[in-house]
């Protein structure tokens, strides 16, 4: 029998050919082999992986088969960016999700209306009309530049070249899902991983006559720029769209309560086999587009839709071992290492057993038959434990109390609840080596200081040679040494020093965010950028004395808790968190928050808001300023220029400092006036 690690040696001499090859034919367009020899190529490749699991364990097809990245493609910044939506997995998300819609709108009285639309597992791409017609076509790429793609989109029969029609806006931009249909894939189906793989390939294939073998479809589902913006509301645009020619999803419906949500989502569930495309849930858009202009966006996604996924696919399996991993805060979360089975298409050989209590919950023992899901992108959980199959030699299963690093691990007491946390923690911070990797695995994220070659694979290597014990150390890499490593030549090894050159500078924001205090997050980073403005004033958070004055003001802030509050203090109390940050920071060029020139009536102005409005919440009326061109601070200082002032429970302290600071005061009768302006 052929070993395991011939089986691995051969598959990755033949992914590196087709590596080879992809080159070739997407980005230099000179394929040295014929069409008949790459397919086989790809053919071998894909049977491999089928016919040993352990390949696909190894995920390292991903993004290469039928699916390439190329350079093939000119890149064009999208009108508007191409966001994705946030999951919801149950009906208790969705009853969170009206609640924050609720409590942004400031409005707890009327129902809202939902359009709800199958969520179609596709490719997105998004289509330009001027004067009707189609003179754009791009994929999404990264959400902020797509790639052109036109003429391959216009060889999918049923997009309009020219939309016929009244009314139609000058510019009309439609984003769709570009799929392929289940019977179609079937015919293809030695040749791609699953049907959005060939529809991913597909589209991007160099040559449109290529694409045009491939019977692609899609489903319009929204739009971008459009100019005059003459719909109401989304379930409007589509009838409208579906008038001028569009394909649009004929399943999408109304829905205005959690009852009708949840019945929606059971029906076509229970459709969901017997549709030609896959779909992986539904979307729930708020159907009025004031509304959802008012919502807007977080960082990441509408605050008007989310996807509302099907439950996950299930899978039955057997525990081989149960391992503790250490995540960047320290948490200790049990895995248990899996026989692999296929769910939903992905072989698993790992799931999450969460924590402690839940492992002693289900009494999760080595050797157990379990069954586990898995939904979304999320790593599987195990459902329940089959102990009909357990051996009758088995052991309760101790937690161990030690993390990996040899520190005894403990369970917090929250301050607020007084309740002890249900996870396990090494408190070692930076001293703890396996904590320590997380956190810089986080530092270098997308999020954070997007560092471009520089993954957690890359973090690994370097911490398990030496190279980077603390943030700091990123910054000044012996890139010689790097260049002598297995897999890093001359061109990597600078394109990696440009990039770590690049993320030298960094907004206020970002960096408090990329240092990794616990509860803070994108959003409450943010906030506490427009608080401090400066890194210098943030400096202050070091010294004890200044640090419990800064935590009282803290508390004011919107979206800053005691949680944050009292996470930021055990943060800046460790003298090792003080140097790694100071360390840091030498290396960096952090700019301050700086006022962005936007027109509108706020142009260029710093303000800040005390007391609530009657007709939204703090964070619209924050959103609004910010769309008029203003920067909302989080203290009172010379720097501001006007204090908003909220009917409801304004504080006077403040109205006095801002006052006696020389601070325009704004009323709440004037802010609405500033509003209609
Ligand atoms: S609405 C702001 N509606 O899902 C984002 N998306 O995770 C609005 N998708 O990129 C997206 N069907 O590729 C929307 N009916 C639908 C959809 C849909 C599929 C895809 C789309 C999008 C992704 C969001």
Redesign the pocket.
């Known amino acids: 029998m052929i070993k395991k690690n011939d089986v691995i040696r051969i598959f990755k001499k033949k992914l590196s050919d087709l590596k080879k090859h992809n080159k070739h034919y997407f980005d230099d367009d000179n394929p040295v082999i014929s069409d008949k020899d790459y397919d086989e190529l790809k053919k071998e490749i894909i049977n491999l992986q089928e016919k040993y699991n352990f390949l696909k364990d190894l995920k390292l097809i991903d993004n290469l088969v039928g699916f390439p990245p190329t350079k093939k493609f000119k890149k064009i910044k999208h009108l508007k960016p191409?966001?994705?939506?946030s999951n919801a997995f149950d009906k208790q998300d969705m009853i969170d999700f009206i609640k924050k819609i609720k409590n942004y709108l400031n409005d707890h009285e009327n129902n809202i209306e939902f359009f709800c639309?199958?969520?179609?597992?596709?490719?997105?791409a998004t289509l330009i009309y001027e004067n009707g017609d189609l003179v754009k076509g791009l994929s999404?790429g990264d959400g902020i530049t797509g790639e052109d793609i036109l003429e391959n989109l216009k060889t999918i029969s049923n997009i309009p070249q020219k939309i016929k029609g009244d009314n139609i806006p000058k510019l009309l931009e439609i984003?769709c899902?570009v799929y392929i249909g289940k019977k179609d894939f079937f015919k293809i189906k030695d040749k791609f991983a699953n049907p959005r793989n060939a529809a991913g390939g597909s589209l991007r294939q160099k040559d449109p006559k290529e694409t045009s073998k491939i019977p692609l479809r899609y489903?319009a589902?929204?739009f971008g720029a459009v100019e005059p913006m003459k719909f109401l509301k989304q379930s409007e645009f589509l009838s409208k769209v579906a008038d001028w020619g569009f394909c649009v999803?004929s399943l999408s419906q109304i829905a205005t309560n959690i009852d009708e949500i949840e019945k929606k989502h059971n029906d076509i569930d229970a459709q969901r086999s017997s549709l030609d495309y896959d779909i992986d849930g539904l979307?729930f858009?708020v159907n009025d587009l004031n509304l959802q202009k008012r919502l807007g966006f977080t960082s990441s996604?509408?605050r008007w839709?989310i996807?509302y996924k099907f439950s996950a696919e299930k899978a039955v399996t057997k525990i081989k071992d149960i391992i503790i991993q250490v995540g960047r805060t320290g948490a200790i979360t049990p895995v248990a290492k899996v026989e692999p089975v296929t769910v939903g298409g992905v072989v698993v050989s790992n799931a999450t057993l969460h924590n402690e209590e839940e492992i002693q919950r289900k009494d999760i023992r080595l050797g157990d038959v379990i069954q586990i899901q898995r939904a979304g992108d999320v790593i599987p959980q195990v459902l329940m434990v089959d102990k009909s199959k357990r051996e009758k030699k088995s052991k309760k299963f101790i937690f161990p109390n030690k993390c990996l690093c040899g520190s005894t691990t403990v369970k917090e007491i929250s301050k607020s609840t007084k309740k002890e946390d249900a996870v396990r923690r090494c408190l070692k911070g930076y001293d703890c080596k396996f904590t320590a990797r997380e956190k810089l695995k986080h530092i270098v994220s997308k999020e954070a200081f997007n560092i471009d070659g520089l993954g957690k694979k890359v973090i690994d290597q370097f911490c398990d040679l030496g190279l980077i014990k603390e943030p700091s150390d990123i910054f000044q890499l012996n890139y010689k040494k790097i260049k002598s490593l297995e897999g890093w030549g001359e061109l990597s090894v600078n394109n990696l020093e440009q990039a770590i050159d690049k993320s030298k500078k960094i907004s206020l924001d970002r960096f408090i965010y990329s240092i990794g205090i616990r509860h803070i997050g994108q959003e409450n980073a943010k906030i506490l950028a427009s608080f401090f403005i400066s890194i210098e004033k943030f400096f202050q958070l070091f010294k004890p004395k200044n640090r419990e004055t800064i935590l009282k003001n803290l508390v004011e802030l919107d979206g800053i808790g005691q949680t944050q509050i009292d996470s930021i203090n055990t943060f800046f109390s460790n003298s090792k968190n003080i140097n790694i940050v100071t360390n840091l920071v030498k290396k960096l060029i952090i700019s301050e928050i700086s006022l962005e020139k936007k027109s509108g009536f706020f142009s260029s102005k710093r303000l800040m808001f005390t007391g609530g409005f009657k007709n939204m919440s703090r964070s619209e009326a924050k959103s609004i300023a910010e769309d008029k061109g203003g920067k909302v601070l989080g203290s009172i200082s010379k720097k501001l220029d006007f204090l908003i002032v909220g009917n409801s429970k304004p504080t006077k302290k403040k109205i006095d400092q801002a006052k006696s600071l020389g601070i325009k005061v704004i009323t709440e009768k004037e802010w609405d006036k500033i509003l209609n302006s």
Do not use: H, Q, T, W
């Open positions: 191409m966001l994705s939506l639309e199958p969520k179609i597992d596709g490719i997105s999404r984003r899902e489903f589902y929204g999803n979307v858009k996604f509408p839709a996807a």
